[in-house]
């Protein structure tokens, strides 16, 4: 069974930097193909791919956002975290993490989402 | 970067007629080496993450109904409800994953009952 779950801070402060874990269960990012990604959604508003690991620790960035985002994995305890510095009230929204497989190229298991609120 | 947008943004359909969503890419999504266009579909309900129901641009997801279809090729999708449900008013959205990863995702359309 496929399972994400997302975890951090409910609120931070503008310009303060947010710091996501992803932890999950049921599949392996160390399998040829696996990927992870976050996605955030903004309240009433669509969604947002923010950044992609794979299995071979290549990373992809939403080009927006690439100078502000960092993506990395920790295997060992099946978790990816994601950084996002300088946040802003913009940056409020629901972040996903979500199983990414290449040999599907869409999102196939969800988190349940964290509301991140960017408030002073 | 590719650019889905999605027609109409809103939708009012009655149970059991055909409820028909469109996304137009910017630019082609046909990866022809393979065949394939690199384009999913999902419904999103209030307060829960987006479900897959179709990639490939035609493959329906495990689980999904057969009344959810999409087709298309290139540039332009449609993803289609053939008897609307009562379950199935949510948010559906296209999202494309030819580019270089991370893919992005149309504005959504808001599917409802009339």
């Known amino acids: 069974q496929v399972t994400l779950r997302e975890s951090g801070p409910a609120l931070v402060k503008p310009t303060q930097t947010l710091t996501l874990t992803c932890t999950f269960s049921g599949f392996s990012l160390t399998t040829s193909g696996m990927c992870v990604s976050w996605i955030r959604q903004p309240p009433g508003k669509a969604l947002e791919w923010l950044a992609l690991i794979d299995w071979d620790d290549e990373k992809y960035y939403r080009t927006s956002l690439e100078t502000r985002l960092t993506i990395s994995k920790d295997t060992s305890k099946n978790q990816v975290v994601l950084t996002m510095t300088n946040m802003d009230p913009v940056d409020t929204a629901t972040y996903y993490c979500?199983?990414?497989?290449?040999?599907?190229?869409?999102?196939?298991?969800w988190g349940q989402g964290a509301l991140v609120t960017v408030s002073s | 970067d590719i650019v889905l947008t999605q027609s109409p943004d809103s939708l009012a359909v009655s149970l059991g007629e055909r409820a028909t969503i469109n996304c137009k890419s910017s630019q082609s999504v046909l990866f022809s080496s393979t065949d394939k266009n690199y384009l999913a579909w999902y419904q999103q309900k209030p307060g829960q993450p987006p479900n897959l129901l179709i990639y490939?641009?035609?493959t329906r997801e495990s689980g999904v109904p057969d009344r959810f279809s999409g087709s298309g090729s290139g540039t332009d999708f449609t993803l289609t409800i053939s008897s609307l449900q009562a379950e199935d008013v949510a948010v559906y959205y296209c999202?494309?994953?030819?580019?270089?990863?991370?893919?992005?995702f149309g504005q959504g359309t808001k599917l409802e009952i009339k």
């Open positions: 979500a199983r990414t497989p290449s040999y599907l190229g869409a999102v196939d298991y």
């Open positions: 999202q494309q994953y030819y580019s270089t990863p991370p893919g992005t």
């Open positions: 490939w641009a035609s």
